[in-house]
């Protein structure tokens, strides 16, 4: 499978416009990956707090779309 890049256009579904839901759904792989990136930057700041506060969304978002895919199957 193939990243989308983020300046590439959103699939649209039947005349609508993108929302934040599907455009994060979207790119979730990447979102998760710049939150790392974040976290290792704050890390290597001497940041540790900060960088957990990150790791923490990260974790709640991988967890969201866990239980979405169990739900959805």
Same mark, same amino acid.
């Given at each position: ?7 590439? %256009?959103? %699939? ?35 940041? %540790? ?5 990150? /790791? ?8 969201? /779309?866990? /239980? ?6």
């Amino acid at each position: 499978m193939r990243r989308r890049m983020a300046d590439e %256009p959103a %699939p649209k579904t039947e005349g609508t416009e993108p929302t934040v839901e599907s455009l994060s759904a979207l790119y979730l792989g990447n979102i998760l990956y710049a939150l790392e990136r974040c976290a290792m930057g704050l890390e290597a700041e001497g940041k %540790p707090a900060d960088a957990g506060f990150y /790791r923490g969304i990260a974790r709640k978002l991988a967890e969201a /779309r866990g /239980r979405e895919k169990v739900t959805n199957g």
